[in-house]
C-alpha cells in the first residue's frame, strides 16, 4: 500500500473522521479515476476547417482534418477527402468506393469485404469470392484491432499482404458435426481467427478446402474468410453456417478499422515545417504504423479539435455543480482548476481527497478522534505486513505450481539420469529472465512465431541469448516436452543452435537458446541488397543445414524429427555459418519406429503433401521442405507467393514443372547460373526434385542429401556460363545488364486507377476510383 495513502488514513482519523467515511471516500476516489472523461476530435464547438464546411454526412459527424466534398478545400489534403453521397437516404460517407462508418483520433472504421466459397453435395464449386483490400500510398493501414476469421468446417484460408511489410499467414477451420461448434469461441473448431501485423497495407484473402464440403454438406455447405475488428464479431456457432443472411449481417456489423496519421515526417521534423497541424494547446503524437506520420492530441485539461484555430479549449470542470471534482468551492484554472472550503471548515476541498471537515473544538471528541486513528494506524500498519507477506507466499506457491505444472520434477529426474546433464543445463528463475528481458519490452522482441514470441536477453554475465515464451501448452503434452528438451540440450553441432537451459516457475515454459545474430536466411534471399549470397555461399549453407538435419535424424540418441524446416528457421551468425533452429513444432521418433502420427502442422509452402494427407509424420517430411528450401536459394523466390501468375504461385510444383519441361536454367536466379557450372546446377535441380518427390519413399534421406551437397561443394569443374561459348543465347538467360520480368508496380494517388478494396469472382470486379476523379 502507498505510503502518501497511509499518512493520508492518519491525518483523517486524527482530525476525527469516522472510519465509515475513510472507506467511502476511499472508494469515491477510485470511482473517479476510472471514469475520468476522454477528449476527441469530435468534441467543441469548432470541429471543421471553416464555417462553411460541411460538419455531418448522414449519421458521420467530420471533423477536420477530414472534410466533405472532393476538392472543396475542407480536408487537410486529398486522401482526408470525404465524399457525401446523397443518393441514399441518410446520405452516407465515402472514401472513394468505401463506406465510413466511424472517425476518432486515430482510427476509422470503413465497410468490409468477404470471400466465400459454396459447394453442392457432390463437392462442385458452386460459389467462389475472394477478398481483398488495397490502401496503397495512402495515410491509412490496417489495425492490430482487426483479425483474421475464417468460418467452415472443412476449410482453410491463407491471407497474403504487402506494399511495404510483407507478410503471409494461414488459418485452419475443422469440424465433423455441428453439435461439436462451440457458440461463442474462434477455436479452430468451425471458426478459426488470427492476428496481423501492425502497418499492413495490402491484404489477399482465399479460401481452400480440404475435402470440397463432401463430408458436412447436410450442415456446412458454404465457407468464408474476412478481415474485421475483432470486438465487432460474435459467433453464433454452427446457426451461422445454415444462415442466408450470414455474409450480409457480418458484412453489416463488423468493420474494418484503419489507423491514419498526417504525413511520413516524425513530430521532431514536423514541428520545424511550416505546415505543422497542431494547433495551441495540444501535444504531437508520432504514428507507430511504420509508415510515419503525426497525429494531435489535446493536453490534459483541455478538450475539441486540436487541428483547428484556435486549438484546444480548456475544460470547464466546475460548471457542471452535481459532477465538478470539488465537495464546496470549485474555481476553473486554464487546463486545471482549484478546490477550497468555506469558513469553518478545513481540508482540500477533493471529493476524491480529504474534502471538507468542519472546525470542531470539543476536547474530548478530539482525544476521542487521536485515539481512534493511532489505534487504527497500528491496525493498518499490522494488516499492511500481514497481507504483503500472504502475498508473496502465494506468489512462491505459484511458481512451484507453475513449476510442477510444466513438468519441473520430471526435467530434474531426466537430467539426472543422463549423467552431466545438470551441469550444461541450467534452469533459470522468472525474474533473471524478467530481468534479462527488460520486463520483455517489445524493443527487445527478435521474432514471432506460432509457437511463441523471442526476445533478446542479456544475462548478469553479458552473455547475450534468446528467449522463447511459449504460448499455452497442453498438459498432456508436457512430457514429450520435457523429453524433447532434455534431447536438445546434448544435441551437439555445430549447425544447430544449442539449448542453454529453461524457466518452468512462469504460466509457460521459458526456453534459453544461444543467440544468432546475422538474422534468417529467408530474409538474405529475399533481400537484393545482399550481395554477399554467391553460389559458392549458397552451397556451403545448404549444406550446412543438410548436415545439421542428417545429425538430427540419425545421429542424435533419439531420432528428431524437426517437421517445421523452412529458410526463416536457418539462422545465419556472425560468420553466415548456418543454424537450425526453432524447435517448437519438432517431434522425437522412438528407435523402433520409421513414424508417429501427429495433428498435422508446418508452414504452408513447405509442407510435404504425404504427411498432409496422411497425418503421418517420417524424417522424409524434413526432406521435402528442405527441398524447398534448396529450391529458394537456387531461384531466389518465396515458397508460396500469391502474386505470381496459378502455375508459378507453388514454388516446389513449378520447379518440378520447369525441370519436366527442361526449363530449369530459365527459373534459377542469375548470379546462380553465372556462378555455378552445368554440372553443378544439373546436379542440384535433380536432387531439388527428387526431395520433392510426392511418395517419401522415393526421396533421398537428409545423409544422402548432406553428402551430395557435399559432393557439389568439391566439385573441381568451375566453369561459369561467362564462359560457354554461346549458352547463354541458346538457353535464352538473363545477363547482369538485362531486366528480370518481375517487377512491382508501386501503388500512387495519380495512378489511372488506384484500387483501394475488392472482392471478385468470375464474373465480378471492383475499383476505387475512376480515371477522372480528382487526385
Known amino acids: 500500500m502507498p ?36 477528449t476527441t476530435i469530435t468534441k467543441g464547438a469548432n470541429i471543421t476547417k471553416s464555417p462553411g464546411c460541411q460538419r455531418q454526412c448522414g449519421n458521420l459527424t467530420v471533423p477536420y482534418p477530414f472534410g466533405v466534398g472532393p476538392g472543396s478545400g475542407c480536408a487537410i489534403g486529398t486522401w482526408f477527402e470525404i465524399t457525401c453521397n446523397t443518393s441514399f437516404n441518410p446520405p452516407k460517407p465515402f472514401i472513394g468506393q468505401l463506406e465510413i462508418y466511424d472517425i476518432s483520433d486515430s482510427q476509422i472504421r470503413i465497410s468490409n469485404v468477404m470471400a466465400k466459397k459454396c459447394y453442392s453435395q457432390s463437392g462442385a464449386l458452386v460459389q467462389d469470392n475472394t477478398a481483398w483490400t488495397n490502401l496503397g500510398t495512402t495515410p491509412y493501414s490496417f489495425s492490430e484491432l482487426n483479425k483474421f476469421t475464417v468460418i467452415g468446417c472443412d476449410d482453410f484460408a491463407l491471407i497474403t499482404g504487402s506494399e511495404g511489410l510483407n507478410f503471409t499467414s494461414g488459418c485452419v477451420s475443422l469440424c465433423s458435426k455441428a453439435e461439436d461448434v462451440p457458440d461463442g469461441y474462434c477455436s479452430g473448431i468451425g ?46 456457432g454452427a446457426s451461422d453456417f445454415s444462415d442466408p443472411n450470414f455474409m450480409q449481417r457480418t458484412l453489416a456489423t463488423v468493420p474494418i478499422v484503419l489507423d491514419w496519421a498526417l504525413g511520413n515526417l516524425s513530430c521532431s521534423a514536423a514541428q520545424k515545417a511550416n505546415d505543422y497541424a497542431c494547433k495551441a494547446n495540444s501535444d504531437c503524437v508520432d504514428s507507430e504504423t511504420g509508415f510515419g506520420g503525426y497525429r494531435c492530441s489535446c493536453n490534459p485539461g483541455y478538450e475539441g479539435n486540436p487541428y483547428v484555430s484556435p ?51 470539543e476536547l474530548p471528541v478530539i482525544k476521542l478522534s487521536l485515539g481512534l486513528g493511532f489505534g487504527f494506524l497500528s491496525l493498518l ?30 526435467l530434474k529426474q531426466q537430467l539426472s539420469s543422463n549423467g552431466g546433464g545438470v551441469e550444461s543445463t541450467k534452469v533459470f528463475t522468472a525474474e533473471e529472465l524478467e530481468k534479462a528481458t527488460n520486463k520483455y519490452a517489445d524493443d527487445r522482441i527478435l521474432g514471432r512465431g506460432g509457437y511463441g514470441t523471442v526476445y533478446k536477453g542479456i544475462l548478469p554475465d553479458k552473455r547475450i541469448v534468446a528467449i522463447k515464451k511459449s504460448r499455452i501448452m ?19 553441432h555445430r549447425n544447430v543452435v544449442k539449448l542453454l537451459g529453461c524457466c518452468l516457475e512462469a504460466e509457460v515454459p521459458l526456453l534459453v537458446y544461444e543467440y544468432v545474430s546475422s538474422g534468417t536466411l529467408f530474409h538474405h534471399i529475399q533481400n537484393s541488397a545482399m550481395t554477399w549470397l554467391s553460389w559458392e555461399d549458397r552451397l556451403r549453407i545448404a549444406a550446412e543445414a543438410a548436415g545439421a538435419l542428417s545429425y538430427l535424424h540419425s545421429a542424435a540418441s533419439k531420432p528428431v524429427i524437426h517437421r517445421d524446416v523452412k529458410s526463416a528457421n536457418i539462422l545465419l551468425d556472425e560468420y553466415y555459418t548456418a543454424k537450425i533452429s526453432d524447435f517448437g513444432a519438432s517431434r522425437l521418433v522412438p528407435l523402433d519406429q520409421t513414424q508417429v502420427t501427429t495433428l498435422v502442422q508446418g508452414t504452408l509452402g513447405y509442407l510435404d503433401p504425404e504427411y498432409f494427407h496422411t497425418s503421418q509424420l517420417t524424417e522424409k517430411s524434413d526432406v521435402y521442405s528442405f527441398g524447398v528450401v534448396l529450391a529458394e536459394l537456387l531461384t531466389g523466390k518465396k515458397p508460396l507467393c500469391m502474386e505470381r501468375s496459378q502455375k508459378e504461385r507453388n514454388l516446389a510444383k513449378y520447379f518440378l514443372m520447369s525441370m519436366k519441361e527442361n526449363r530449369l536454367f530459365q527459373i534459377l536466379e542469375p548470379r546462380v547460373v553465372r556462378e555455378g557450372s552445368l554440372e553443378q546446377l544439373q546436379a542440384a535441380g535433380e536432387l531439388v526434385k527428387r526431395c520433392l518427390y510426392l511418395s517419401g519413399v522415393d ?14 561443394r568439391k566439385f573441381t569443374l568451375r566453369h561459369p556460363w561467362a564462359n560457354q561459348h554461346g549458352h547463354e543465347e541458346s538457353m535464352g538467360l ?28 468470375s464474373d465480378t470486379a471492383r475499383v476505387m476510383f475512376p480515371a477522372n476523379s480528382p487526385r
Open 191 to 236: 471458426c478459426c481467427q488470427t492476428s496481423i501485423p501492425r502497418g499492413l497495407k495490402y491484404y489477399f484473402a482465399s479460401l481452400s478446402s480440404l475435402k470440397n464440403h463432401t463430408t458436412v454438406s447436410s450442415f456446412d455447405p458454404c465457407s468464408y474468410a474476412f478481415l474485421g475488428e475483432q470486438d465487432r464479431f460474435i459467433f453464433r
Open 699 to 712: 526421396r533421398p534421406t537428409m545423409k544422402e542429401v548432406a553428402m551430395e551437397l557435399e559432393g557439389l
Open 3 to 38: 505510503r502518501i495513502l497511509i499518512i493520508r488514513i492518519a491525518w483523517f482519523y486524527l482530525c476525527g473522521l469516522a472510519l465509515t467515511a475513510l472507506i467511502s471516500a476511499a472508494q469515491n476516489n477510485t470511482n473517479t479515476n476510472t471514469t475520468a472523461p476522454v
Open 474 to 492: 497442453d498438459e498432456s503434452q508436457i512430457e514429450q516436452f520435457i523429453n524433447e528438451m532434455v534431447i536438445l540440450t546434448q544435441v551437439n
Open 381 to 410: 500498519v499490522g494488516i499492511t505486513w500481514l497481507y504483503f507477506g500472504i502475498k508473496k507466499r502465494k506468489l512462491i506457491k505459484l511458481r512451484e505450481n507453475f513449476f510442477q505444472q510444466n513438468g519441473g520434477l520430471l
Open 734 to 761: 538473363m545477363t547482369e545488364n538485362e531486366a528480370s520480368d518481375l517487377y512491382t508496380v508501386p501503388m500512387s494517388p495519380y495512378s489511372d486507377t488506384v484500387p483501394l478494396s475488392g472482392q471478385y469472382s
Open 311 to 361: 486549438g484546444c479549449q480548456d475544460i470547464n470542470e466546475c460548471a457542471d455543480p452535481n459532477n465538478n471534482p470539488c465537495e464546496r468551492i470549485c474555481i476553473n484554472t486554464p487546463g486545471a482548476y482549484n478546490c477550497s472550503c468555506p469558513g469553518g471548515y478545513y481540508g482540500d476541498g477533493k471529493k476524491d481527497g480529504r474534502g471538507c471537515i468542519a472546525n470542531n473544538k
